[in-house]
Structure formats: structure tokens, C-alpha cells
């Protein structure tokens, strides 16, 4: 069989969506977003729906919404959950802080979920005095990433078009069976594609497809291009879309999405010196193995004037100290992490990272005391607020292979903790 086609010939419309991204045009007309959440999950085989599964100290369904609310061009996002749900949609906008977002109830099946959805933004339901938009996206609210620039394309082909979808390669061949179980036919692989989400459409191309549909429609039909196309007449424009499209369908599934909010949370960290040469020498030394390792280290002296900036930003942070425990100064980070709200979302990590250097310059062996035990607690308190405490403790040698190690040690356990984010090993104080 023939692999499917992979993207490359852009057609005129996809040329003037480029450009109208390359421009960082501005949409200037009402756009929704319906997300259906109204689903059970069955094949997950968990109990919870997949939707409110935990991952990172946040419900999937949290997620999908975090992505739409950073999109400026989009004004409602509207959540269908089941009524049973309800309760718990609305302590997770609450808890996470998420701001426009209606909830309705959801129906039987996904297409009466979505047109409830639909439908709720024209019927002013929720007592506001919703616009209606003229474009209204339809996202599986079990697909936590899609980029604005994605979205974007989606948003104007419906435009144009009134409808528009995402759309895959297959990654396997699809066969029909006859009824004892064997090969019917196969179809020609390079023909077809996968058709995920998100799609746009026109929002009065919907409404009325919904409108005018059976109830076989109804209660079987998987595909809203297709009610476009049978009812209204529209045929969508098909746009292929990267691989992080895929819906949260079964239990592997949620470990696959952790892992990608993990990668995406550990691309950079910030090493705080506090000013010390012994402590800057090994922060530029980290900047150096930590850079090889994939990550971008910035390294400054403390979190004080312009630098108090690094605090916003999606950064991990190692905090170095020389020969001295400096919880203060963790506990001063903790505190304007706090303030700025930084952990409400996503873990964020701190590395202690104590440097021990004896008086001669030769490696200093006593044990650190009480530190262990103070670490910890500080550890514990901090995981309270999600954020995560390691600590990393080396000596200082003058001998360059064995310092070279150290540091090498030091940069390879940072990133590992900082890609794993394992709440069991915070409060550690580890030996590199
Ligand atoms: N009555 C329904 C059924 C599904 N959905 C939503 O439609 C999306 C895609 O459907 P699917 O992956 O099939 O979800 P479930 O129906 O929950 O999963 P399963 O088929 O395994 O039970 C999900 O966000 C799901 O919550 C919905 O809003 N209302
Ligand atoms: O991507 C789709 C729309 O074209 C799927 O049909 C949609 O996600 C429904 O999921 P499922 O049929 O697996 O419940």
C-alpha cells in the first residue's frame, strides 16, 4: 500500500492563510469556541470521564481550556459537560481561575452535546449578553494542544469557506470485513485521511445542518463537516494539522499528554548565584552542560529590579549557594512565586544547589547537620502551594577532571529532575 501524501503543495487559499499569519493579522469578527465534554471516557476504562483526569495537579478539560483562553482573537468558549458534571466543571474554572467560559449541559451523544453548545451561544443562555459569533470553532475538549497559529487557519478557511477541519494521515490501512470475519476489501491508504479536530464553521452553516439533521444523525453520526456538507450544502476545507492533535482516548493516552506538558515546562531554567564568583563560576559551568542537554539556562544574581521579571516567566529555577544554606533566600523565592501566582497552573521547580568548599581549596567531607531535615520541611510546605524543592549537594575540587565530573553530575540530575517533576523526590538533598 501506498504511504498517505504528506503536505507540501499549498493551494491559493493556504498561501493567503499563511500571509494572513505571517502578518499577524488580527480577526476582526466574533469567534467562539464550543468544547464538548460531555462524554463518559468508556474506553479509558477509569472511572473518572477522561475530561476530569488529573495529570500535573490539573483536570485534562483545565488544559484544553488554558489553550483557548490565550488566544485574544477568541470571545466565549463555551463547555459542554454532562449535567451530573456540572458542579465539578464549575470548581475547576474556579480553582484555576479561567474567565469566560459558559457551561451548559451536555446530551446523549456528542453531536447532541455540541449542538446544545451551539445553540447556547445564540439563545443568550448563562443571563449574558453573548455576540454571535460569526465563526464558531468545534474542539474536542479531550485535545489539549492546538496552536493559535492553527486555530488561526481553521478560523479563516470557515470563513471563507463556511467550514473548514483538521486533518491527518492515516497510520493504518483501513479494511472492510465481510460478516464470518475476513478481508473484504481494503482502501487505497494515500486516498484517505484521519479528520480530527479542531473545525470552524460558519455559525449559521451549523446551526441549521443541526437544525435540519435526523435523529439517526443524531444519535450515530461522529462527523460535523459531514452534516455541513449534507445539510447546508458547504463542503469544508480540509487543512492537514500537526501530530499533537491527537484526542485523549484511552488510559496510555493521559500519560502521553503529561509527557508533552512536561517537555513543554522544562525547555528553560534560571540559575540564581546570589552574587558569590564560586557560585557564578559554577553557574556558568551548568549554563554550559545544561545547554548541551537541550535546556536554556540564564544565569543571574538574584531576583531583585529587572530581573524580578524571570519570576513571570516559564522558567525552573536553581538557586546556588557557597558553604551556606540558603533557605531564606528559597523561601524568599517561594514566597513572590506565591505572589505572582506562578504555581496556579503547573508545578514549577527550585534546585538547591549547595557548593561546598573547604578553606584550602580541597574537598570538605563533614556531614551538612540539621540541613537535611530543614529541607525537607521546607520541601513539604512548598509542594502544598505546587511547587517542587530538590536539593543538589557537591564539593568543590581543584582537580579539573573531578570538578568537570561534578558539574556534569549536577546539570544531568537537574534536568532529570526538572523533566520527571516527581513529587516523591522532593525535600531530597542529593549527591552529586
Ligand atoms: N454525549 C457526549 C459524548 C461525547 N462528548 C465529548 O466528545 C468528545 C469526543 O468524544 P469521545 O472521545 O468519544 O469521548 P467519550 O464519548 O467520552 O469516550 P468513549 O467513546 O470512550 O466513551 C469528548 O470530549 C467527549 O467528552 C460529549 O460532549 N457528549
Ligand atoms: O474527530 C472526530 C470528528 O471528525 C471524531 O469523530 C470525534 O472526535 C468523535 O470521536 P469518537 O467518534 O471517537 O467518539
Redesign the pocket.
Known sequence: MDRPVEPGHFSACEARLDKHIAGRCSVDFPVAVV??????????GLLT???FCTFLNRPL?SYTIQTFERVPWIQSIVV???KESLDLMMDIIHRFHHRNVLVVH?????????FN?VRALSEGEGGTDRVKPKVVIIH????PFVEEDFLLKITMAAKEQGAAGAIRPLVSTVIATTLEGYLDHSLERAMYRASE?PQGFIYDVIYQAYQRCSESDFEFG?ECLHLALQYCGTNAKLIEGPPTLW????KRDLAAAESVVKETLSQSACVVTGGSAQATELANALQRSMSALDMEVDVISDLMGDDAKSLSKEWNFIRVSVNSSCFSEVGKMLSALEEADRALLHPVVIIWVYLNVSEDGLSASEPMGGEPAAMMELATGAKLGNILVYGIQLHHSKEATLWGRSVEKVAQMSCALIRDRSPALTGQLLQA
Open positions: 468544547l464538548p465534554a460531555g462524554g463518559s471516557g468508556e474506553r479509558t470521564p477522561k475530561q478539560i459542554v459537560v454532562a451536555g446530551g446523549s451523544t456528542r453531536h447532541r452535546s455540541i453548545g474536542d475538549a479531550v485535545r479536530m461522529t484526542k485523549v482516548t484511552y
